[in-house]
């Protein structure tokens, strides 16, 4: 019984790391990018949503603080605008003109300098201490045959795979979502096939944006607690899930995010805190190292040099 | 020289040999995102040779160098499989996995932290560095120089004309392994106290930036990055330290204009602040074409 | 016929696909030979397989009497194949003098000479000969450039001086009138019979017809895969098979 309550925390946590995870592999998947300012968006998120919460608007704009619901709507929206912000500086110099190892870490640095950024701002505008978020609902729990399911938890997660699953079908489905995976495809032979890449990366970024802030809020209203270093351990966790679930790929990221978290809780349910960074990073490397396309991957993403 | 510079000093010479431990394998094509890791390794391991089996430093560093480039070489042939993002992810979880090994032996102090008795000097520590120098730039002037810069502008080439690429790779990632142990020991004796937790992503992610930012062209870039990385923090404090007024903010302030100068750099500079193209005009007065090889 | 390099029977396949099928054809000693055919003959493949960059099938290659079909990439050089590329590819990072002397690398490659500087010493003299080639075929005006930014029919010629200073016993040459202007394309002309008046063998693959019959002796045709023809240049163009391999896939040659 206490195992299948571990399983269930699992997949809620692990609902966290899906919408993370998405995120990466959709940013590695089509412009072979490494973008680590996805754990800062997801910060953005709970951080903006906690201080207008708390201190209401800037400049004595608003009466004190804001209802939790419009707190989290601006924050979701304040991280859809960092992402975009991140693309006009990053994506947009990647076109080096050799193919070579080092300049593709163009966008690779400045991406680590908006983590700086962002996380070192919101530091000074808020400060590095961990704070609780007013907690929305009060003892919302189902209860049956002695598990406790927290219904906003249960939401939660139907609302990241339900992103997931409509974020997935508008890539299959649009015109944009079509020339955003002949992106994936062929940068040069998409420029030929009329898609315009600058207008089309930038719906990208928002894309993943939105999926970081949603995490970013919806874990700021699970777990009731946020600090500028919040993204940094979901942001791990949810790479690791990218990488078993195949680089690239949507569903093995899915896939991937809910592994992590029901391994998660149940290897410090049985084994405690410490050996989870050798088991979590170890798996990893051994599946990089072994089979590097991942649990349901294909081998092309992600070989083109850096 | 006051204790305070003393010490930025040696940090420098430390930051210059780690720099160029990740300037090898990247000079011929590989980044590697686990600097942290191999650092880590150098360090425990002359802790361990000098604390655990009481040795004296001129054992404890060498020794650190070789078990450290031991290490490299033995996972070079898995890890140099990989490729681009897959290598930058391997190697960095490579650096969590000995982080984890470390805080769980015991032996070593686990997560409470390790004493270091021997102390080495700001002599000793600028003797490897100048070292490290010379070696580097002598290494980039041969024909196995020549090899990894082949070998990172096209791989397939390089080996059509007879260039050992895995050689090449497997070599420059172990002496990258053999400098980044060497500057683990040194951080250890010079600290006189190690705790796993100080070799993180944030170092592995920072020593990645002084070779991108300084330049992987020439061997000049990771010294200069290595340099005003090490100065560049310490002068956004001289106005707090001097007690100028408001001098605080720009202390407070210093990772974000730290993080907008490498966003900026890699607008206006993306291929790092020294190119060839400036070292051979620097040198010979100037380069016949302008345009040639300043973007290129 | 004294051959320097031989195909027998040799098959290709990527995905099922028959790439190169049943190819056997000779390269005489010393001879400027062209390999031509309408898009997607496999002309390249050829090229890719003579330097190791692909594995053979079936069938064998043999260079100078040895065979190398099993030959791994990096050692081929030293059996002296050596060759140039459809779209450049010379290291955009080194200089015109550092690509010459990558090569040379097949005849440097000892440990000594690895770790030997090339600059100054007695590692000098590499650089000194690659210097010496550049002056010998008119490109001593760039030693010390970074070759990115160079125009496009210099790095062109860069590349066959680059492929020369590995001693080749023969020279394959990718589309290397592609892209070049009329005294570009003169001036490659003149540098290849320099490199052939050398003794070097030549093999060409070539759109340019009007190139090809003013340097080739001896031409080798392929369409789809198969080898359709073999003679002089004046009689490829009344053989039947040849002008309908033409014709069918609209590509004028």
Known sequence: MLITQQVISGLMLGGIYVMVAVAFTLTIGMLNFLNFTIP??????????????YYGLPFGLSDGGLHWAVALLIGLAVAAAASLLVERFTYRYLKAKYGDATEHAIPLVSSLGFLLIFENTMIIVLGSDSQAFPVPFHDANLRFSGLIISIPQLVCLFLSLGAVWLLSSLLKGTRTGRGLRSIAENPDVSTLLGVNVHRIVPVMFLITGLLCGLAGIIFTLNYHEVSAYMGNEVAAKAIAAMVIGGLGN????????????????????FFGADTIKISVWGILLMVLLIKPQGLFGHTRIGKGKF | MSGYWGGILGILCINIIFAYSIFLPAASGQLNLGGAGFMAIGAYTAAFLNTGLEMPMWITIPGAALFTAAISFVIAFPILRTRGVYMVLATFAFAEVVAGIIINMDVVGGASGYEVPSYAELGLLSVFAIGTIVFVFYLLATRFGLSMRAVHDDENVAALFGVKVRFTQVMTFTIGGALAGIAGALYAHQYNYIEIQYFNILISIFVLLYILIGGTQTAWGPLFGAILFTFLPEFLRLPEMAGMANGGVLAEWRFVIFGTFLVAVMVFRPEGLITRALVDRLRHGHVPDDAAGETG | MDSILSFTEVHKSFGGLKVIDDVTFDVARGSRTALIGPNGAGKTTIFNLISGIYDIDAG????????????????????????SFQNIRLMPHLSTIENVMLGQHTRARGMVDLFKPMGWGPGRRWADMAEDALTRFGLETYPGQVVGNLPYGIRKRIEVVRAMMADPKILLLDEPAAGLNKQETTELQNLLRQVSDQGVTLLVVEHDMHFVRSLCEQVVVLNFGRKIFEGTPE????????????????DAA
């Open chain 1, 40 to 53: 800062p968006i997801f910060m953005i998120a709970g951080m903006t949503s906690w201080g207008l919460s």
């Open chain 1, 250 to 269: 949507i569903w093995g990221a899915v896939a991937g995010g809910i592994i992590v978290g029901v391994v998660e809780t149940l290897s410090i349910h």
């Open chain 3, 60 to 83: 064998g290659m043999t260079l100078d009497g040895a065979d190398i079909t099993e030959t791994p990439i990096q050692d081929r050089i030293s059996h002296g194949i050596s060759r």
């Open chain 3, 235 to 250: 009689q490829v163009h009344k053989d039947p098979g040849v002008l309908e391999a033409y014709l069918g896939t609209g």
